[in-house]
């Protein structure tokens, strides 16, 4: 939802009854359009975040931990100055305005000042300027005397408002009958143009409740009546967005519009940062492939011109063979393929400078050249297309992670096989996480994340477990705990569809999936991670289904 003045309204005053008398811990500021503030208050540590940008401004509660730079900016080192250890004294909404000013009273060892934060949540406008007796100390974004704004934002001028628009106050019922006598038929559109503070979905919003004919009276309830009922509303079974007063069926209600906008901004926030990585792991790994296909390229058109060496072998024996026919100086001769049954010719080049037996020996030369050429190139071609599935493996992994859990581990492969930079080398390293784990009929099956998950599976097995791959595709080693004892169908069914869900044949239909028991599986000495080979298997033919039904507490 766009943060107007209807909604931020009831943030400032959830934010003013939780934050004051609270006081400033820490203050952090994660990129050029936001900030951070760790809150002390009466009921535990709280952490505040100010978005400033022009798409997602908001002042919200967070949950979600983020790296902190190394260098602080300028305008946060200016809050931490003055706004350190300050309190809190209150939170309010500038009357129908989308600006919430935030007090602090700021004690030393030698007075107490108060200070206010101007937090303006005005889209690409959207901006944060701390001032003390209504003079500007310093902001995140300035603007300078030259500049053609009408706002000037810098040190040490006085703090002005954004210029009013010319619209109708919404608790103005007077003056919202007289406009709605003129009223369009598209009231949503209308509503939002005429009426301070509301945004067009908080308008389709009243439409939605009111009807087509929606009256004055109504949009003043609306905005002014004080009821709600956060919620945030899904799309396909994602949260889509997040509203103070919601009609939508598809929705998920809050305490309080600060629970809502917390349950949805961080899911964007954590959906965003596992895209990123996500993206970043595709990136470091299809430069690797892209290096390793260039370099089987080469090895392939090495290869083809080994194709001859036979034929070379072939002119250096019928150079032997007819030695005493061949004449001092002679640049060529025809000579009978005595392996040929038809008796065909062939004709060979020769160097006048040579003798015929020197002419031989440098047929045998090059024939053996292009034998040891091929021996070598034959043995990396096998290397450079074992890398090559391999890296697809490490790919259908990626593709198949669902938080960014499942993509440490693939990050840390990357980085032994030195395709990913460590960029935090000193920085603990997180626990390793479980398997993902199913219970289907009382039968616990479990799916390794990645490949270096899929080695620990295999070795945490059981040889009468039964282990599952898909066949002819990259996916997850998945294994039925069972002892060595008979499964029902339905069990088998079910951890086939997981492993075809988890796997790089998930768009299909109908994937083919192997089963045996682990004591038939074995990973070869010295092979890469995941891979295994495997005997006495059946297939069985399934769409992929994640059953999530069946998941047991993933992260």
């Known amino acids: ?70 260098n602080a900016p ?76 009408k706002r000037v934002l810098f040190s040490g001028v006085k703090y002005l408002l954004p210029e009013p628009q010319d619209k109708i106050l919404p608790d103005d019922l007077d003056a919202l009958e007289k406009a709605f006598e003129y009223a369009p038929a598209d009231r949503a559109a209308f509503i939002s143009q005429k009426v301070k503070g509301v945004a067009y979905s908080t308008a389709l919003d009243m439409v939605e409740l009111y009807g087509e004919k929606i009256t004055a009276k109504d949009v003043h309830r609306y905005i002014c009546g004080g009821q709600c009922n956060p ?22 209600e809050y305490p309080s519009v600060l629970e809502a906008q917390r349950a949805y901004y961080d899911y964007l926030y954590k959906k965003q940062t596992f ?54 100086g002679a640049d060529s001769f025809e000579a009978v393929n005595y392996y040929d049954e038809e008796g065909g010719k062939v004709k060979i080049a020769l160097d006048r400078a040579l003798t015929p037996a020197q002419n031989a020996q440098q047929y045998y030369k090059k024939y053996a050249k292009l034998r040891r050429t091929q021996e070598s190139v034959t043995s990396q071609k096998d290397e450079a297309e074992a890398k090559l599935g391999y890296l697809a493996s490490i790919g259908a992994h990626i593709s198949s992670a669902e938080n960014l859990v499942d993509l440490e581990e693939i990050a840390e492969e990357l980085k032994n096989l030195g395709l990913l930079k460590d960029e935090n080398p000193k920085k603990k390293k997180a626990a390793t996480p479980p398997f993902r784990e199913f219970d289907i009929l009382g039968y616990r099956a479990i799916a390794g994340r990645n490949n270096i998950q899929n080695d620990r599976l295999l070795k945490s097995l059981n040889g009468g477990d039964i282990w599952l791959h ?86």
């Not at 400032?12 to 500021?29: D, P, Y």
């Not at 919620?231 to 998920?252: H, I």
């Not at 895209?275 to 390793?292: F, M």
């Not at 072939?314 to 061949?326: D, N, P, R, S, V």
Request: charged share 25%; with cysteine; aromatic share 8%.
């Open 1 to 70: 939802m766009p943060q107007d003045a209807f909604t931020i309204k009831y943030v400032a005053a959830e934010l003013n009854a939780l934050l004051c008398g609270g006081k400033i811990s820490k203050i952090v500021q994660y990129d050029r359009d936001s900030l951070t503030f760790i809150i002390y208050t009466r009921g535990g540590t709280v952490k505040l975040d100010i978005c400033l940008s022009a798409r997602a401004c908001r002042m919200s509660l967070t949950d979600c931990d983020r790296p902190v730079p190394q």
């Open 74 to 149: 300028a305008f946060c080192m200016l809050l931490r100055k003055h706004l350190a250890n300050a309190e809190i004294t209150n939170v309010g909404q500038l009357p129908f305005e989308r600006i919430v000013a935030v007090d602090f009273l700021c004690t030393s060892e030698f007075e107490k000042l108060n200070m206010r934060l101007y937090v303006e949540l005005m889209g690409k406008y959207s901006n944060a300027v701390l001032t003390q007796n209504g003079v500007i100390l310093g902001a995140l974004k300035t603007t300078a005397i030259g500049e053609n704004t």
């Open 231 to 252: 919620s945030v509303t899904f799309l396909n079974g994602q949260p889509a967005d997040f509203k103070a007063k919601c009609a939508d069926p598809e929705r998920r």
């Open 275 to 328: 895209e990123d990585a996500q993206k970043k792991l595709r990136s470091a790994l299809y430069s690797a492939q892209k290096k390793t296909e260039k370099r089987l390229q080469i090895i392939n058109s090495k290869l083809f011109e080994c194709l001859g060496a036979e034929e070379i072998k072939l002119k250096g024996e019928l150079i032997t063979a007819y030695i005493y026919a061949i004449p001092a």
């Open 470 to 555: 898909t066949q002819g595709y990259h996916s997850a080693h998945v294994a039925v705990l069972c002892g060595g004892g008979e499964i029902p169908d339905g069990v088998l069914l079910a951890a086939a569809e997981i492993c075809a869900y988890y796997s790089d044949g998930r768009g299909g239909t109908k994937i083919p999936v192997d089963y045996t028991r682990k004591k038939f599986v074995k990973k070869p000495p010295a092979s890469n991670a995941g891979f295994v080979i495997y005997s006495n298997y059946k297939t069985i033919l399934v769409e992929p289904k994640s059953h999530a039904e069946l998941l047991k507490g993933d992260l």
